[in-house]
């Protein structure tokens, strides 16, 4: 099982460690930054690494690297996912996955790490577990604490921990009883250089916050669950209804959890909410080249496009740009060659362009890549794929809550090829 | 407020002052103290000397405290084994008390405290935790157990807390089953031999039930237990992929891909025509591609394992090709893993789109990738040939754009074209010399050459091309020297009037100014060759090559049958064996059977579940390149360790053979194609057996339908029921040339290792040649270990056919069988089969037999035939039941031939 976790800095300082069976020396991260040297972007470090005596398993997340190290044959998955838990709880609790978040709160993050694996096995991952034992920081609890030497740590057995419902803890009580479902889908497509899709496909989420008092069951349905072949539920979701009826029934958790993730497959067609017009070129003799590109709104189902982005990577060997763009404004930093072009919202009466010239360096060869665009865009109270919530009931409880959902269609990964 | 404050004190007294504030009366200010300690530690900073004074702090109410101190425990008791025997006391005493939480907590820590001195006080505690009445109690004690086992094995066998562990696999809370299922499976590790996990169908249904209801953690854990267990058939394996199902859907991958690997293991058994077997297959498809929109690091994992399932089951993903197109801010690691699964995914019918995306790659930014991109194409061109020639225009395509790595990579793909489809696009070739100059990596260099030397007249300056490359000879890699001498030698047997000069310089430079033997001894048999026998060397260097298979790095079918049992784990990653890198490998699942022979050591593994439905004889070689060499050697290694012991045999068995007056007429089964030679690079082999004076031979006949000659061959059995094993080499002198068949005849001696086959006369084979190794099964017939003293005393036929219980009975019948029982009885005998008396019932004949197999096992029988009636009646009767179907199965064979 899972050994030790060291947290690494972009530069390669380990600023945290923790073992959970016998110390394994930190010269062992030595491995993973040779690799890391090797790599020409953080992200590009692999993920699994083997060492004589040990396996690396490493992600790369919030700038930070989590690295664990394992001696016996590990499902790697049960650790990649289990590191990414360690980031979300440290988000979860402090706001920020962050190297100054962690060293300010190093011994609370010890204390949670002790709670999240025994001797390598998961112990308690639930957020809402969790925070029963070790109270999350808050700046009144901080100085209550100090005023009356109470601590952050629960004394008593959680409930949750043991029954089948270990993901909500007994005992919840609001004044306002609330649930809101946030249906969130983001769209990932490649489109070639004619606008042509070759490739596209919706990832969507429901996210939900609840908090209802007592131990609600709750039932979701929707207007056209056939629409998903694909779903990833939440533990709390009771498959065999879904399998049956196609409707979610669960008793959720406290707070704010991912109800559900699921993929509406290529094979259906997916509307491309824009169309990019687009190009770039460089003149075979000299060392000039133009840029011209210009969005418009395509299958948008009669909603305005906001937050429209465009952001290139321009070649190495470009020295300087020119460009004038009719709406928004550009960003382009010479370091990285990332041109960013912030536009906003899309006015289908007067399109949106950038044009103007690049420049390459003296001398340097025609760019032999192409370089991609990516689309930022956003849509309010959209769902691309047309999903749509039909209704919520709530049973086991006599109050009545309130609701509400809310739709919103994201760019994914959505690349324009040139 | 934060901790970061507890960092700030570095001044020199630290560790005193850290001193005086542990030993304050304060509660809060005694907290903080420890605060800071924990605080210096989590970075690395020793501490340790504080010991007594934060033992000190332990006896508190206070849980937050306590739990601080157990942290700092934890960590120093192992440097401080006799301060810590000071805590054990208070550890003993938490363990009873009335806080569940608080038991928990103390077995937990003193699990983590490793010194041995503490374990000892450990046990006594642990065994009433692992009883507990609180469930929160029992799972804590469960993983106790594993830690403890790591410390000190023995000891937790001693106490039986390993059968305490296995009971609680059947306890009443599901988290409480899954810890115990996790600890288990971290003992077994170290415990190949050991049952541990020995899994039964209730043990299964409590699994089962467990897995619905614990945490996604327990579910891995118990996911990963049922992929070791073998269904009894195909029900039963129908029912656990029924239940396993729903995990397909679950939020957290790791359960997904374990689950898949049940799945993919069980759906093996179940037949193919089933519904819910296409069914499965529809279901595995959307979760797998789900995984691939997950945090790269998954998806890199996710994309290795696909790669093993589209190789074992393409189907499942056929119709997925997109998902796997590769987005430019993938991570490296991520494409090239694509890249991969899209040719593995190529067919006709989505060729066109792949190479769009193909020829897109390979103008990206990231060289590593445009040279995979680049090959890939080359490889659809080779994996599918009605896109060949599109292929090649884009390869085309892409040398015109001059990019020197890209032009290099394209050369070397066009060769392996070249290869396949021979005289189709030559034409390309004057594109390929204009990019002569810019080669300078030795794999493009060697394969453009290659191009030259083999179409070197149809290049009207092949000779100015190839003097060239001379110039250089001795800086250039032995893999571009030993090119350029093949390619001149070629260059010259086709011209040779113009090239004398050239082949004369490049054979004194391999031959004379070389240290390298390789190329040096190349040199001399291209000399020697070319100065005694031109048409041979003709022959030799201009012969027609053998075709070039469409996949290329395809792993091999047995190691991945035994990867797909891995799905999920670090051996799928690494597509090795976990046994090749896991240290202190696991046997648990890994059936290797060594069957020692002489120096070579050859390992045919058994199939890992021999329930897997591949006819195939599972196998992989030891693994090692030594392997080789070893093989070669067998033929003059094996006689001296085999002949001796069954020399012996056979002067036994001759004088029984006289003693009986052997009869002619054992039945001998017709020959059948065993290894077909598409599976084994062209050489064929059929074969019979036949037991001739008492000796059983295996009679083979090897054909080469290869084009090059076949060396070098050697046999091998697996172990097998009866130790059946060669009773010396493989009599294949001479080389085998293409097109040329040999029969040879090996005789088998019965003293080989014994593991019991399913059927029981399965025999599983490896060949090896000078191409590689290949593996076969085939079935003898029993009738082959008929030994010739088989005939029983009546007497003790008549004593042993009582003696025997009626359990051990089996009828049978033989249908359409026109012998009178005499003629039946006289052929019967021809294969040892003897008639020991003959009795008259109302027109029907009982004949009463008796049979000894090589290994002692006596069959008695009991023919029924009436005359006019052509179906027989037998009833054999014998103490090991399992030979029953195989010995009628030869009173078949024999009666009908």
């Known amino acids: ?127 809402n577990v969790l925070k029963e034992m070790i109270r999350p920081p808050t700046i009144l609890r901080s ?57 596209a496909e919706i990832q969507g989420v429901v996210e939900a916050c609840v908090k209802l008092s007592g131990m609600p069951d709750l039932t979701l349905s ?14 709390c979701v009771r498959y065999k209804l879904w399998e049956s009826e196609r409707v979610l029934s669960f008793i959720p958790p406290d707070g704010n959890f991912t109800l559900m993730t699921y993929h509406v497959n290529a094979q259906n067609l997916v509307a491309i909410p824009v169309y990019v017009k687009q190009s770039i070129s460089f003149f075979e003799c000299g060392s000039d080249g133009r840029l011209d590109v210009t969005v418009g709104p395509k299958q948008t189902m009669g909603k305005t496009v906001e937050g429209v982005m465009v952001t290139v990577h321009l070649p190495k ?48 060869p025609k760019p032999e890549e192409n370089p991609s665009l990516n689309i930022d865009l956003k849509i309010q109270q959209l769902a691309i794929s047309g999903l749509k919530v039909n209704r919520l009931d709530m049973f086991g409880e006599k109050y009545k809550p309130f609701k509400g959902v809310k739709y919103i269609t994201k760019a994914g990964k959505f690349q324009v090829r040139t | 407020m934060t901790d970061s404050k507890y960092f700030t004190t570095t001044k020199k007294g630290e560790i005193f002052e850290l001193k005086a504030e542990l030993n304050s009366d304060k509660k809060e200010k005694k907290k903080e103290a420890v605060k800071k300690v924990i605080a210096s530690m989590t970075v690395g900073k020793d501490v340790s000397a504080l010991f007594p004074d934060v033992v000190n702090c332990m006896q508190t109410d206070n849980l937050e405290l306590k739990k601080l101190v157990y942290l700092y425990l934890m960590n120093y008791a192992k440097s401080q084994p006799d301060m810590a025997i000071m805590a054990v006391n208070t550890f003993v005493k938490d363990c009873e008390d009335p806080n569940p939480l608080i038991r928990a907590l103390a077995v937990r820590t003193m699990g983590c405290i490793r010194v041995d001195k503490i374990t000892e ?123 396993v199902t729903p995990r397909l859907s679950h939020a957290n991958s790791a359960v997904v891909l374990s689950a898949v690997k049940v799945l993919m293991k069980f759906m093996e058994m179940l037949p193919k025509d089933l519904d819910y077997y296409g069914t499965l297959l529809k279901k595995l498809a959307p979760p797998l591609v789900t995984l691939l929109s997950a945090e790269p690091e998954l998806q890199y994992v996710a994309l290795r394992n696909i790669n093993l399932i589209v190789q074992k089951r393409p189907e499942i993903l056929k119709h997925e090709m997109k998902v796997f197109f590769v987005k430019y801010n993938d991570p490296i690691y991520v494409k090239l893993e694509k890249l991969d699964i899209m040719i593995r995914l190529a067919s006709q019918a989505n060729i066109a789109q792949v190479l769009a995306e193909l020829k897109e790659y390979a103008t990206e930014v990231d060289v590593d990738f445009v040279r995979k991109a ?36 394209a050369i070397v793909v066009i060769k392996d074209i070249f290869r396949k489809y021979p005289n189709k696009y030559e034409s390309v070739i004057a594109t390929l010399c204009e990019n002569l100059d810019s080669l300078d990596e030795p794999e493009a260099r060697a394969a453009m050459i290659w191009i030259v030397g083999e179409y070197a007249e149809r290049i009207d300056n092949a000779d100015e091309l190839l003097e060239s490359f001379l110039e250089g000879f001795h800086d250039e890699s032995t893999q571009v020297q030993l090119q350029l001498l093949t390619a001149i030698v070629k260059l010259f047997l086709k011209k040779p009037t113009e090239t004398q000069e050239l082949v ?114 599972g196998g992989d070689i030891g693994g090692s390149p030594a392997m080789g060499a070893g093989f070669g050697a067998a033929p003059t290694v094996m006689p001296a360790s085999l002949n001796a012991p069954v020399g012996g045999g056979l002067g036994d068995l001759f004088d029984l053979g006289g003693g009986v007056g052997m009869p002619m007429g054992a039945y001998i089964p017709p020959k059948t194609v065993w290894l077909p030679a598409m599976k084994a690079k062209g050489l064929e082999i059929s074969g019979t057996f036949a037991r001739r ?103 003790v036929f008549l004593a042993t056919w009582k003696d025997i219980p009626n359990d051990n009975e089996s009828q049978f019948q033989i249908q359409d069988c026109h012998l009178n029982s005499e003629a039946a009885s006289n052929k019967l005998q021809g294969s040892n089969i003897f008639t020991i008396a003959k009795r008259t019932v109302e027109g029907q004949d009982m004949l009463y037999m008796s049979i000894k197999l090589s290994n002692g096992i006596w069959v008695l029988a009991e023919l029924k035939v009436q005359a006019g009636n052509p179906n027989y009646t037998i009833s054999l009767k014998c103490r090991a039941p399992e030979v029953s179907q195989c010995v009628f199965q030869c009173y078949e064979a024999v009666l009908k031939n």
């Open chain 1, 143 to 199: 100085v209550v604490n100090t005023l009356t030497g109470t601590s952050n740590v629960g004394d008593t057995l959680l409930t949750g921990q043991l029954s089948t419902i270990p993901w909500r803890r007994a005992g919840v009580r609001y004044t306002n009883n609330e649930a809101y479902f946030d249906v969130v889908e983001e769209i990932d497509a490649i489109l070639d250089q004619s606008g042509t899709t070759v490739f």
């Open chain 2, 504 to 617: 004369q310089q490049v054979l004194s430079l391999a031959t004379q100014d070389s240290d390298n033997p390789d190329l040096r001894d190349r040199g001399y048999i291209y000399w020697r060759l070319l100065s005694t026998d031109p048409v041979a060397a003709k022959e030799v260097v201009l012969a027609e090559k053998p075709l070039i298979s469409e996949e290329t790095d395809l792993i091999e079918p047995t190691l991945l049958e035994e990867l797909i049992c891995h799905i999920g784990t670090l051996a799928s990653v690494y597509h090795k064996p976990p046994s090749a890198f896991v240290e202190g490998s696991r046997g648990v699942m890994h059936k290797r059977l060594p069957a020692r022979t002489g120096s070579c050591n050859i390992l045919i593994m058994s199939k890992l579940n021999s329930s897997l439905l591949s006819p195939q004889l």
């Open chain 1, 222 to 235: 929707f207007m056209n669950p056939r629409l998903l072949d694909d779903v990833s539920f939440h533990p």
């Open chain 2, 693 to 795: 004076a008492g000796v059983i031979q295996m009679e083979l006949v090897l054909t080469n339908k290869a084009m090059s000659v076949m060396t070098d061959f050697a046999i091998q059995f697996n172990r097998n029921s009866f130790g059946l094993a060669p009773a010396g080499p493989l009599q294949v002198l001479t080389p085998l040339g293409p097109n040329q068949t040999i029969e040879v005849s090996l005789p088998l001696s019965t003293v080989g290792p014994v593991m019991k086959m399913d059927p029981l006369n399965n025999l599983q084979v490896a060949v090896k040649n000078n191409i590689d190794v290949f593996y076969f099964s085939c079935q003898y017939p029993i009738s082959m270990l008929f030994v010739e003293d088989g005939k029983m005393e009546r007497q």
């Open chain 2, 374 to 409: 680049v090959r890939a194409i080359g490889r659809c061109a080779i994996k599918v040939e009605q896109s060949a020639e599109r292929c090649v225009s884009t390869l085309l395509d892409l040398i015109q754009t001059k990019v020197n790595y890209v032009v290099q990579e």
């Open chain 2, 121 to 243: 006080y450990l046990c006594e505690p642990l065994r009433k935790c692992l009883k507990d009445e609180d469930p929160y109690v029992r799972k804590t004690a469960a993983v106790c157990v594993a830690k403890l086992h790591d410390i000190n094995a023995q000891l937790v066998e001693d106490q039986g807390f390993l059968d305490t562990l296995k009971d609680l696999i059947s306890d009443s809370n599901p988290m409480v089953v899954a810890n115990a299922v996790a600890a288990l499976s971290e003992i077994a590790e170290s415990h190949p031999n050991s049952n541990l996990l020995d899994l039964n169908p209730q043990s299964i249904n409590k699994l089962l039930t467990a897995l619905n209801e614990c945490t996604e953690w327990g579910q891995i854990f118990i996911l990963d237990c049922l992929a070791n267990y073998t269904p009894r058939d195909d029900r039963e394996s129908q029912s656990i992929c029924e239940r």
């Open chain 1, 1 to 127: 099982m899972i050994n030790s976790l060291f947290l690494i800095n972009p530069s390669g300082e380990m600023f945290l460690e923790k073992h959970w069976k016998s110390v394994v020396s930190r010269s062992v991260c030595d491995y993973f930054l040779e690799a890391k040297e090797k790599a020409l972007e953080p992200e590009d470090v692999p993920p699994v690494i083997h060492t004589p005596h040990h396996y690396l398993i490493s992600i790369y997340r919030d700038k930070l690297f989590f690295l664990s190290v394992i001696q016996t044959e590990v499902p790697p998955l049960f650790v990649i996912e289990f590191l990414h838990r360690v980031a979300e709880m440290i988000q979860d609790y402090f706001g920020e996955c962050s190297e100054t978040v962690v060293k300010d709160h190093m011994v609370m993050v010890y204390e949670l790490l002790e709670e999240m694996l025994d001797n390598g096995f998961p112990l308690a991952t639930e957020s």
């Open chain 1, 317 to 364: 060997t470009i020295l300087s740009i020119n460009l004038t763009a009719t709406q928004g404004s550009y960003t382009y930093d010479n370091g990285t060659k990332l041109l960013v072009w912030d536009i906003g919202k899309l006015n289908p009466q007067k399109l949106p362009n950038l044009r103007g010239s690049l420049s390459l360096q003296a001398g340097a």
